[in-house]
Structure formats: C-alpha cells, structure tokens
C-alpha cells in the first residue's frame, strides 16, 4: 500500500513538477549556453596558453554533463507532459480492483 501511495502522490505532484523540470532544463541549457559563450569569446585560438587549456578542460565537460542533463529534463516534461502512461494505467487498474473487491465483499 505504501508503493500505491507513492505512486498516487506522484500522480498529484505531477502537474507542478513538469512545470519545475521544463524550468530547470530551460535555465541548466541557458547558464551554460552563457559560459560556453563567455569561453569562446575569452580564449584566444592563435596563442593558446596553459590557463586557456585549463580552462576549457574544466569547464567543457562540466557544460556537456550540464546540456544533456538539461535536455534530458526537457524532454522528460514534454514526453510525460500529461503524466507517466503506466502509472496512469496501473493505478486506475488497482482501483478498479478495488472496487471490484469491495463490491463482492457487499
């Protein structure tokens, strides 16, 4: 019962959250657009130095974890924009369940 009423409240919660990971995956992709932008611009390509490449080694990979956690929030939200299908369905089969019991026990 306890999973069933996790499963419920995430039901519930689930229109506000799709809202807060669009947000979340809009404002990750825009910051680190930001600082990939400011990289760029910083660096100079013609004479590379040892603080260029130490910058670029940090912050890249940081930026590239960054986009595809931020995409992936994105299409979360839009993909389950109306809720998690299964979820859906496997709480409207316990219910049905449930009522079914409960009409046979009366």
């Known amino acids: 019962?306890?999973?069933v009423?996790?499963?419920?409240?995430?039901?519930?919660?689930w229109p506000r959250d799709r809202w807060i990971l669009l947000l979340v995956g809009i404002f990750a992709l825009a910051c680190y657009g930001f600082?990939?932008?400011s990289m760029?611009?910083?660096?100079?390509?013609?004479?590379?130095?040892?603080v260029?490449?130490?910058?670029?080694?940090?912050?890249w990979p940081k930026c590239l974890?960054?986009?595809?956690?931020?995409?992936?929030?994105?299409?979360?939200?839009?993909?389950?924009?109306h809720g998690n299908a299964n979820r859906k369905l496997l709480l409207k089969?316990?219910?049905d369940k449930l009522k079914d019991d409960n009409a046979h026990d009366a």
Do not use: C, H, P
Request: aromatic share 16%; charged share 25%.
């Open 93 to 95: 089969l316990l219910d």
């Open 35 to 37: 600082i990939l932008i």
């Open 52 to 59: 260029d490449v130490l910058l670029f080694a940090v912050l």
């Open 1 to 3: 019962m306890k999973l």
């Open 5 to 13: 009423e996790r499963l419920r409240k995430q039901e519930r919660r």
């Open 40 to 50: 760029y611009n910083r660096l100079d390509f013609q004479n590379l130095q040892s």
């Open 65 to 81: 974890i960054m986009f595809i956690f931020g995409t992936y929030f994105i299409v979360w939200a839009i993909r389950d924009w």
